[in-house]
T-cell receptor, first 114, second 116 residues
Framework: AQKVTQAQTEISVVEKEDVTLDCVYE???????LFWYKQPPSGELVFLIR??????QNEISGRYSWNFQKSTSSFNFTITASQVVDSAVYFC???????????FGAGTRLFVKA | EAGVAQSPRYKIIEKRQSVAFWCNPI?????LYWYQQILGQGPKLLIQ????????DSQLPKDRFSAERLKGVDSTLKIQPAKLEDSAVYLC??????????????FGPGTRLTVL
């Protein structure tokens, strides 16, 4: 069975704080893809990053960074120096390579206060 | 480049009524997805089309939901009859190819359905 768990339902931080959003996944596949999406109040999901299971390199893009650890089945997302515009719901997702079906976690709602 | 278009943006109906949603994917995208997002949950795939053929509809409640993608472009999702638990946001997404993890899904703004 495949599953994505985002244990943090809501996180509230003050602007300029760093925040980490946790994601733990379950899969029996050896080849799979992991994603993070952002859903602002407007509703559209915005793609942030993709990682395949063979690439455990961490990635940094501006204030965003991602830590992928196969040993713990985790794919955590850190926002450095958070801003009010980062307020949104963030989803972690898993795609198998059998049917290329994407399974989403329940999401973490991030509030960044000025 | 225009994004994924959906209409209507909002719909309120009574239970047992019918409703239809429309999606226009990004031009040239072969794969189209319909997701259901219940409040407080992540999107759940209802159906996936590759051109005008169905790739996956394992989570589509086929007794009341139907979807089609005529000519491999636009798609409609219909609910008949609606139940209270169908209240959700219905998201349409498209991707260029679909059968690849390197292929990005682009999402539309969604249709928020309220069933009273």
């Amino acid at each position: 069975a495949q599953k994505v768990t985002q244990a943090q339902t809501e996180i509230s931080v003050v602007e300029k704080e760093d925040v980490t959003l946790d994601c733990v996944y379950e899969t029996r596949d050896t080849t799979y893809y992991l994603f993070w999406y952002k859903q602002p109040p407007s509703g559209e999901l915005v793609f942030l990053i993709r990682r395949n299971s063979f690439d455990e390199q961490n990635e940094i893009s501006g204030r965003y960074s991602w830590n992928f650890q196969k040993s713990t089945s985790s794919f955590n997302f850190t926002i450095t120096a958070s801003q009010v515009v980062d307020s949104a719901v963030y989803f972690c997702a898993l795609m198998n390579t059998g049917g290329f079906k994407t399974i989403f976690g329940a999401g973490t709602r991030l509030f960044v206060k000025a | 480049e225009a994004g994924v278009a959906q209409s209507p943006r909002y719909k309120i109906i009574e239970k047992r009524q019918s409703v239809a949603f429309w999606c226009n994917p990004i031009s040239g995208h072969a794969t189209l997805y319909w997701y259901q997002q219940i409040l407080g949950q992540g999107p759940k795939l209802l159906i996936q089309f590759q051109n005008n053929g169905v790739v996956d509809d394992s989570q589509l409640p086929k007794d009341r939901f139907s979807a089609e993608r005529l000519k491999g472009v636009d798609s409609t999702l219909k609910i008949q009859p609606a139940k209270l638990e169908d209240s959700a946001v219905y998201l349409c997404a498209s991707s260029l190819v679909g059968h690849s993890g390197d292929d990005e899904q682009f999402f539309g703004p969604g249709t928020r359905l309220t069933v009273l």
